[in-house]
């Protein structure tokens, strides 16, 4: 246990750098970016494979050990728990007044019960009370009754820790197996399960493509709803709405469903959420030429909350020379007192595309790959921005503009919106929850049941009374052991009251004064002829 206490503690220092440094599974883009900023370090760190914490060496080698030795540690303590559920109480011992819970009573002679039917009776009120019992040395004049409860303490604990054994075997599973992928739908287009229909991707170590099922999601429509009344003066969003045509297979019947933030969609065994939004004006490129060299939506990627939106367009296709594009989209454009142009509205009442303009080579034709939001413009040479005499470009909807020096031109034909899906595959994601909740339960039980001794010890006075002494232990703490103990004391009182013999005439008029020790807890027996 001290070795998997480690172990658990070592995991958890081992994923800060996690946290620290960029992931490539989850952007690869800012890894690569980090490593270029940092040459001297970046390098070196990605030796060390801190830019993949959780599929690293190290950190699977931690994860295994934990994992064998939670085994070590649950295999052993099955096998003594599963023979202590097997084995009788434990006898009772010769002096229960050292047990830190011990008290004393007496019965009347005029009961009529003997030592055995006391010893009987109180066995009966444990087993009732949830206790294993066997009664003892029954044909004697010392009969006892050893009872003990709490095993579902231990049995909590094993539950515990074998849950989660099955946790961490999930969720290797689900890194092994599963799947997880990005991709931008704009309004009109379909999205279809394939490895080509993602954005990004990032597979399991041994994922198939025949484990994506093929259905496909087409983006009818998207719709923001925005609250103008806000108190801080500021348009905040309030629903984000996709309407999406799905269809589970090729053949199957299309059927419209709704994704929201927070309340995905179940497809095909896989999850898709809606984690982003934004605006994607359409916009055509001719080239020199008048040819057609990019035509389309254009996503553009938000930077505050009223859209404000960076554009980066890119015609590999144009002739003579590539051409590119980068700029702002303002879906409500207006201008301020330095004659800067800002967009005071997220929805789109007045759109505008500012752009520049740029020609040469985009460096796409060497088969590195790039960031689409991204246009170096190193190497490249201006057409418009706003230090040149052409200055830059200003397109409201359905207008076109020249470029200089007869590149080209560039036009506004209209806007969309798009949805950033977000689809998630991972086939141990039901045995997780399972393990997790009767992990839970099993923390539970160890942490609330309390393991009890208890013993009881019945024997016949000279004068004809019963004397009845008990005593409770615990393993481990318990707080509430002495209630326990006067519980079972007015068990004990009320069964034997309830045999409705008189007292002597001689003797104690009620079982309380009979009693030799008047309340529970640790007490010494003030009876000498027992």
Same mark, same amino acid.
């Given at each position: ?38 040459p ?15 599929s ?9 050990? +934990? ?8 295999i ?7 023979k202590a ?6 006898? !009772?011992?010769?002096n229960?007044s050292?047990?830190p819970?011990?008290?004393t +009573?007496a ?10 039917? @006391? ?6 009120l444990l ?5 294993r ?10 009969p006892s ?22 946790v961490l075997g ?6 092994l197996?599963g ?22 991707f ?5 994922? !198939?493509?025949?484990?994506?099922a ?9 719709d923001? !709803? ?9 348009v905040?969003p ?19 469903? !709704?994704?929201?933030?927070n ?15 934004g605006? @994607?004006?359409v916009?055509?490129v001719?080239?020199?030429e008048?040819?057609?060299?990019f ?8 930077t505050d ?6 554009m ?5 296709d ?11 989209? +303002? ?9 800067v142009?800002?967009s ?5 009442a007045?759109?505008q595309?500012n752009?520049?303009s740029y020609?040469?080579?985009l ?6 790959p790039?960031?689409?939001?991204v246009l170096?413009? /190193?190497?490249?040479?201006p057409?418009n921005?706003r ?8 397109l ?15 036009s506004f ?17 039901y ?9 839970? #339960? ?9 393991r ?7 024997g ?14 615990a393993?481990g703490?318990?707080a509430r ?9 007015? +068990? ?12 002597r005439k001689?003797?104690p008029d #009620?079982?309380a ?5 008047g309340?529970?807890?640790?007490? /010494? ?6």
């Open positions: 246990m001290r070795t998997a206490l480690f172990l658990l503690l070592l995991l958890a220092v081992a994923a800060v750098p996690g946290s620290l440094f960029p992931q490539r599974p989850a952007n690869p883009a800012s890894v690569t970016q980090y490593i270029q900023d940092n001297g370090t970046g390098p070196w760190l990605d030796r060390f494979q801190l830019f993949d914490v959780y690293s060496a190290w950190f699977s080698a931690i994860y295994l050990l +934990l994992f064998i030795s939670l085994i070590g540690c649950v052993p303590r099955a096998k003594v728990h599963w559920l097997r084995s009788k109480p434990p006898r !009772t011992p010769k229960l050292r047990l819970e011990y008290g +009573l019965v009347p002679a005029g009961a009529g019960l003997t030592a055995a039917e @006391a010893a009987k009776d109180a066995a009966q087993r009732k009370r949830g206790y019992v066997e009664a003892r040395d029954l044909e004697t004049d010392r009754v050893a009872a003990e409860r709490g095993f579902a303490k231990e049995t909590g604990n094993l539950v515990f820790h074998v849950c989660l054994i099955g999930s969720i290797a599973v689900g890194g197996f799947y997880n992928g990005q991709r931008v739908v704009v309004e009109g287009e379909t999205f279809v399960n394939t490895l080509v229909g993602y954005d990004t990032s597979p399991g170590t041994n994922f !198939t493509e025949s484990q994506l093929p259905y496909s999601i087409t983006l009818d429509d998207f923001v !709803t925005f609250d103008r009344q806000s108190s801080t003066g500021k905040q309030l629903d984000f709405t996709a309407s999406v045509t799905v269809k589970e297979d090729p053949n199957d019947e299309p059927r419209t469903e !709704t994704l929201k933030v309340e995905p969609l179940t497809i095909g065994g896989t999850r898709v959420f809606l984690v982003g939004n605006y @994607a004006p916009v055509t001719r080239d020199g008048g040819n057609i060299a035509q389309g939506p254009v996503v553009g990627v938000p909350g009223v859209y404000t939106s960076l980066v367009i890119k015609a590999p144009a002739k003579p020379d590539q051409l590119g594009f980068v700029g702002f989209f +303002l879906p409500t454009a207006l201008i301020d007192g330095n004659g142009s800002f005071g509205d997220p929805d789109p007045n759109p595309l752009l520049n020609y040469g080579d460096g796409l034709d060497d088969g590195v790039g960031n689409v939001f170096d413009t /190193e190497g490249l040479t057409l921005n230090d040149l005499d052409s200055g830059g470009i200003v409201a909807m359905n207008q076109i503009q020249d470029l200089p020096d007869g590149k080209g031109s560039i034909d209209g806007l969309l919106r798009y949805a950033a899906l977000d689809i998630h595959y991972d086939p141990a994601k045995a997780v929850l399972i393990f997790a909740v009767l992990s839970l #339960t099993g923390l539970s039980a160890s942490l609330f049941l309390a009890r001794r208890v013993w009881v010890r019945t016949t006075n000279d004068d004809g009374r019963i004397m009845v002494e008990y005593g409770l232990l393993r703490e318990d052991l002495e209630t326990e103990a006067e519980a079972l004391r007015n +068990l004990l009182e009320k069964k034997w009251m309830a045999a409705g013999a008189a007292p001689d003797g #009620t079982l004064d009979a009693s030799v020790a309340s529970t807890g640790r007490t /010494e027996e003030s009876g000498k002829d027992d």
